[in-house]
């Protein structure tokens, strides 16, 4: 059955809102920078990072019993790291960036929704599919101290323990 272009839109916008309503939970202490031209990039795990300003690079392997290698690391706040990302496995990886909130909705939502729709969802600066035997790049920048979370959202792999934890340390 075809899957009109409406419902795939609407699901992204399901996702996004999702992370927006996290954010508006946890951030009421003003920790937040008013730069009009980043605002609306920041999210309540940071924000996209810019390559100019890349402070290390993080090599990251994604495996098929569900394990991100290394599955922890700290960083500094507001440090801008490359994340190089490489499929070891056999069938289709993923890692998407966000909070345990985020993470735990998104994950739901992919048990639900059409194999398109997740596919049209996942398109975004904190979030990449990775093909088995490839390698991809994220460039985040960890703007807020606390514990960002990293997971493969693939139904089935994050419910394995496909999740790995970055410490942001002020
Ligand atoms: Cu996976």
């Known amino acids: 059955m075809m899957i009109a272009s409406f419902p795939v839109k609407a699901l992204a916008t399901t996702a996004l809102l999702f992370s927006v309503s996290a954010w508006g939970d946890s951030e009421t202490h ?6 009009p031209e980043r605002t609306a990039q920041e999210t309540a795990f940071g924000r996209t990072g810019d390559p100019k ?5 993080v090599r990251v392997a994604m495996s098929d019993n569900m394990r991100f290698t290394p599955a922890a690391l700290s960083v500094k706040r507001g440090e801008t790291i490359r994340f190089v990302v ?22 739901k939502m992919m048990r639900t929704s059409h194999h398109m729709a997740h596919d049209m969802a996942h398109d975004g600066t904190y979030m990449l599919h990775v093909a088995p035997g490839k390698t991809g790049e994220i460039i985040w920048e960890f703007s807020r101290a606390g514990t960002v979370r990293f997971g493969c959202l693939i139904p089935g792999h994050f419910e394995a323990g496909m999740i790995g934890e970055v410490r942001v340390e002020d």
Do not use: F, P, Y
């Open 53 to 57: 300003r890349v402070a290390r690079t």
């Open 30 to 35: 003003g920790h937040m920078r008013h730069d």
């Open 86 to 107: 490489r499929n070891e496995g056999k069938i289709m990886h993923e890692m998407v960036l966000g909070t345990e909130e985020s993470l735990a909705q998104h994950a």
